[in-house]
Nanobody
Framework: VQLQASGGGLVQAGGSLRLSCEASGFIFSIKTMNWYRQPPGKQRELVASITPSGSTNYAGSVKGRFTISRDNAKKTVFLQMNSLKPEDTGVYYC?????????WGQGTLVTVSS
């Protein structure tokens, strides 16, 4: 299983970024995919999830600003982040749960300046 995240960077408050996570090594279309983030000095937290059917769920702090989506043909999950705030700063990880194990991508750093 491999999860390759990309798209992070430095952006001003109010700006946008789009994260991508390309998956391989498992049947992507039948797995729920998640985005987590870990702010500096804090614990990792769930940001958004998308089921195989496309149902989504968001943390309260990002609802209305972030959108998770998936392209099963490209085995890729996306996180569109709009109206970014300094508190959105952190390392963002894509994740899936498979065969009783959590699998993580390498993370991509998002820094939002005020």
């Amino acid at each position: 299983v491999q999860l390759q995240a990309s798209g992070g960077g430095l952006v001003q408050a109010g700006g946008s970024l789009r994260l991508s996570c390309e998956a391989s090594g498992f049947i992507f279309s039948i797995k729920t995919m998640n985005w987590y983030r870990q702010p500096p000095g804090k614990q990792r937290e769930l940001v958004a999830s998308i089921t195989p059917s496309g149902s989504t769920n968001y943390a309260g702090s990002v609802k209305g600003r972030f959108t998770i989506s998936r392209d099963n043909a490209k085995k890729t999950v996306f996180l569109q982040m709009n109206s970014l705030k300094p508190e959105d700063t952190g390392v963002y990880y894509c994740n899936t749960y498979l065969s009783s194990n959590n699998f993580w991508g390498q993370g991509t750093l998002v820094t939002v300046s005020s």
